[in-house]
């Protein structure tokens, strides 16, 4: 005798894919959150080094005793004092045509003169400007002799405008 074949039941077809529709929209949580840590730990990077490069930079000018006007550092790119721009600067705009750039990328803002990052995943992210998405910049120097318009940099630091956090898992 010939056993009988039979395929899957219908029930049992939609259980499977219940079942794996299920899984996958866990996993798809988990990978979009992972993402966006990704995003957050490559944007800290970025700032940690651009840092560096901008004290390496006033180190040098101190080393050599090279004098710099006060005033040009308020309206600097702080990315022109870099030896390494980060791969995902895209250079000046307005803040206006902001908006029409894509994320996950540096900018200038030079009618504004910040340094801005453009977070595209920002489910995490806490931010007290008006636009979640925006993490600006300016860039703020201390002089040897502060009273005066020329003179040794001691410092340059990159600056956060608004206070903002990444809220880690």
Request: charged share 25%; no cysteine.
């Amino acid at each position: 005798m010939k056993a009988r074949q039979r395929g899957f039941s219908l029930l049992e077809l939609v259980v499977s894919i219940l079942v794996i529709s299920v899984l996958m929209a866990i996993a798809y949580q988990r990978l979009e959150r992972m993402v966006e840590d990704v995003e957050r730990v490559t944007f800290e990077g970025t700032v940690k080094n651009i840092q560096a490069q901008l004290t390496l930079q006033v180190a040098n000018w101190y080393a050599e005793q090279i004098e710099v006007e006060k005033d040009q550092f308020s309206e600097i790119n702080p990315l022109e004092l870099v030896q390494h721009k980060p791969s995902n600067y895209m250079g000046e705009v307005h803040f206006s045509q902001l908006s029409d750039h894509p994320a996950e990328r540096w900018y200038y803002v030079k009618d504004k003169h910040w340094l801005v990052y453009k977070a595209k995943r920002y489910s995490q992210l806490v931010n007290e400007f008006e636009q979640p998405d925006l993490l600006i910049y300016r860039l703020v120097t201390k002089f040897e002799h502060p009273g005066r318009n020329r003179g040794l940099a001691l410092e340059a630091t990159l600056r956060p405008i608004h206070r903002f956090k990444w809220q880690a898992d």
